[in-house]
């Protein structure tokens, strides 16, 4: 049978393993290190006349090789992030480890490039964090045991660069993988009745919202800001350092401003536009999107990609605008409820926000890319403002906040509540198709394993041969 529960927990144990065990290993892979084979497969002669293994070497996997300290590396790291290690063999370690390696070599012997400027991005953001976490950054060298902060740099800069090769091979298996319809279909038919997956209650839900008016002065004063900032940078001055000091994008800020991006990155139009038609080295005069106001600075520009460094600055919203939003968003309210409006009829006509009310308001879960929220699953805020609305009833005007300090109003309103049911292929095809999917791309990953394991040089050395490891690791 197809789809046993056993299975269904299989696929999620691998799919974790391989695709999100790289949580763990944040700071853990030891740095790329390139030796001759000769030097792997070597033993020398202890003064008892025991083999051991030169400076702790247990596996090769092509131009890598791995350390009995990597594993204990591995354990430590675990713990220090809050996880239990309790489940975890050491060859399980060796396991994951030795598939980073073999993901990290094939990256290159496929010419996947990873350029310095995102090593040195990824830096930034793990050291800023590992500050963040213990005060000083010279307790993270003390960590290492590394002699100074270049030093633990060199080194970090190698680990950052291997798990990044190996992340980028792993994305080029999955994002090759797709499924058609007649293949979601043999899945599910496949499974046998009593072991249908089982999906929590979820529901619809759809907003309107309302964005307070900024006045043409305030929008100047964030112009002016940006074009001081501009003309510092043209006179000489970091742009990463003033994007760290001043932007208001959390999600580049502590990297210096730094996105890679293509015309297919999900970037807003404006953005877009600016950034491709930018040369190497050039800043961009602040223009407008619905986030605030940008600079964007391209330091690369590699055949349809862009590496740039951007500054995001969003005016002030006055207490007065804030005023007539709330005031705007009830009248529309009052219409609804007066039945003068439907809620999808007045979210296309009303809505300030793009995305949704051309859907008549309604929202998409980002997670599933369905219009479906299971509610173990929901965003807290979302769930809290939505947990006690009845059907059809149209929350009073909730003040909502985003993560770039954006203030808006919004009603929200549930349009359709899914009891927790057994898979039917028709009301959950979405779902069902995700599980195939998934199953597909363990398939594909453990194809590629086998031939590239067969085309790879491995070794694995001393008691470690005696695991029994997922893939052909000992090629027996």
Not at 245 to 259: E, K, M, T
């Amino acid at each position: 049978m197809l789809l046993k529960k056993l299975q269904l927990k299989t696929v999620d144990y691998r799919l974790g393993l391989t695709m999100c065990f790289l949580l763990f290993f944040n700071s853990l892979i030891s740095a790329q290190e390139i030796i001759p084979d000769v030097v792997a497969e070597k033993p020398v002669e202890a003064p008892s006349g025991q083999r051991q293994k030169i400076d702790g070497i247990i596996a090769t996997v092509g131009d890598y090789i791995v350390l009995d300290s990597d594993i204990d590396k591995g354990f430590l790291e675990i713990t220090a992030q809050g996880g239990s290690t309790k489940d975890i063999s050491r060859c399980q370690m060796l396991g994951k480890l030795l598939e980073d390696k073999l993901y990290a070599h094939q990256a290159i012997q496929d010419s996947i490039i990873v350029s310095d400027a995102e090593v040195r991005s990824m830096m930034e953001e793990r050291l800023n964090y590992m500050t963040q976490q213990v005060g000083d950054i010279n307790k993270v060298v003390a960590y290492y045991k590394k002699n100074s902060v270049e030093e633990f740099k060199t080194y970090f800069a190698d680990i950052l660069k291997e798990q990044k090769l190996a992340s980028e091979m792993q994305k080029k298996i999955v994002d090759a993988v797709e499924i058609t319809p007649e293949e979601v279909r043999n899945f599910f038919k496949k499974i046998p009745k009593e072991e249908l997956p089982t999906f929590g209650a979820e529901m619809e839900v759809a907003q309107i919202v309302v964005e307070p008016k900024v006045s043409a002065e305030d929008k100047q004063k964030v112009k002016d800001r940006l074009n001081a900032i501009r003309k510092d940078v043209l006179e000489g001055s970091s742009f990463a350092t003033k994007a760290v000091l001043y932007s208001q994008d959390p999600g580049s800020s502590p990297n210096g401003g730094f996105y890679k991006m293509t015309r297919k990155t999900p970037f807003v139009k404006e953005f877009k536009d600016v950034a491709f038609s930018l040369q190497e080295g050039e800043i961009s005069e602040p223009f407008e999107t619905n986030f605030g106001f940008h600079i964007i600075m391209v330091d690369k520009i590699k055949g349809q990609e862009v590496e740039l460094r951007h500054i995001l600055i969003a005016p002030v919203v006055s207490e007065t605008a804030l005023k007539d939003a709330k005031e705007r968003i009830t009248n529309i309210r009052n219409k609804i409820i007066n039945k003068e409006i439907t809620f999808a009829e007045a979210a296309r006509t009303e809505s300030d926000e793009k995305e949704t009310r051309t859907n008549g308001g309604t929202l998409v879960n980002p997670n599933t890319q369905d219009t479906r929220f299971e509610l173990t699953k929901m965003d807290p805020t979302l769930y809290s403002q939505v947990s006690n609305l009845k059907d059809n009833e149209i929350s009073q005007p909730l003040l909502n906040t985003d993560d770039k300090g954006k203030k808006t109003y919004k009603l929200i309103t549930v349009t359709n509540r899914i009891e927790a049911h057994t898979a039917d292929y028709g009301k959950d095809y979405t779902k069902i198709k995700e599980l195939a999917l998934k199953e597909k791309q363990i398939n594909a990953i453990a194809k590629w394993f086998d031939t590239k394991i067969k085309d790879t040089y491995i070794k694995v050395i001393g008691e470690y041969r005696d695991c029994s490891f997922t893939n052909n690791w000992l090629k027996k």
